[in-house]
C-alpha cells in the first residue's frame, strides 16, 4: 500500500515563506499527475499546483508568483515551496497522486495533510 506523508507545515508570519514536503512510501509507478491542494475552513479544496511527468508545471492564479512545486523522482518526494505568504493561504496543505493502473484505470493516494498557518 502506497502512503503519501506531508511534512513542513507551520506557524509563520505574512511575508514568510515555508517549504513542504510529500513522501511516497515507495515508488509509484505509471504516474499521470502529482500536485498540491489545499483546504480552508467551510471553504472548498482547491489545486494549488501541479507538475506533469515531463516536469511542467501550473499554479492556481493565487498563488503563481509565490509558490513553486517540484519533485525528486530518486526520493520518491514532491515538495511546494511557499514564498511572499498571505493570511489568506492559511489552509490544510495535502499532495494528491494518480496513477494508471494495468488495466487502464486510474489510481489516487492522497496525504493526511499539514497545517500552514500565515498571521498577519
Known amino acids: 500500500q502506497v502512503q503519501l506523508v506531508e511534512s513542513g507545515g507551520g506557524l509563520v508570519q505574512a511575508g514568510g515563506s515555508l517549504r513542504l514536503s510529500c513522501a511516497a512510501s515507495?515508488?509509484?509507478?505509471?504516474?499521470?499527475?502529482m500536485g498540491w491542494y489545499r483546504q480552508a475552513p467551510g471553504k472548498q479544496r482547491e489545486l494549488v499546483a501541479a507538475i506533469t511527468s515531463g516536469g511542467i508545471t501550473n499554479y492556481a492564479d493565487s498563488v503563481k508568483g509565490r509558490f513553486i512545486i517540484s519533485r525528486d523522482n530518486a526520493k520518491n518526494t514532491m515538495y511546494l515551496q511557499m514564498n511572499s505568504l498571505k493570511p489568506e493561504d492559511t489552509a490544510v496543505y495535502s499532495c494528491n497522486v494518480e496513477r494508471t493502473n494495468v488495466v487502464g484505470s486510474i489510481t489516487t493516494y492522497w496525504g493526511q495533510g499539514t497545517q500552514v498557518t500565515v498571521s498577519a
Open positions: 515507495e515508488r509509484i509507478f505509471s504516474i499521470r499527475f
